[in-house]
């Protein structure tokens, strides 16, 4: 899918050396593959201490449950 963007050249050429990829396209699609990471990452580290544990569930139990 053909896109086309302005991106200040700075970023860019700071994206690409970082990356180590060799072309713009993989530099700006690796940094949304991280982008994405880091942003579902932090969704679930903001669920830490809000979700209840069942102490007594058994998970390896669970796993010969046929």
């Known amino acids: 899918m053909a896109t ?3 991106i200040d ?3 860019l050429e ?5 990356s180590g990829e060799r072309t713009k396209e993989a530099a ?3 940094a949304l593959q991280e ?3 880091r942003r579902e ?3 679930l580290a903001e669920l830490m201490g809000k979700l209840e ?7 390896k139990a ?3 449950r046929s």
């Open 53 to 59: 544990w069942d102490d007594s569930f058994d998970y």
């Open 4 to 6: 086309n963007l302005e």
């Open 9 to 11: 050249p700075e970023l």
């Open 41 to 43: 990452q932090h969704r």
């Open 28 to 30: 700006v699609t690796k």
């Open 14 to 18: 700071r994206a690409l050396e970082l």
């Open 62 to 64: 669970e796993r010969s």
């Open 35 to 37: 982008f994405i990471a």
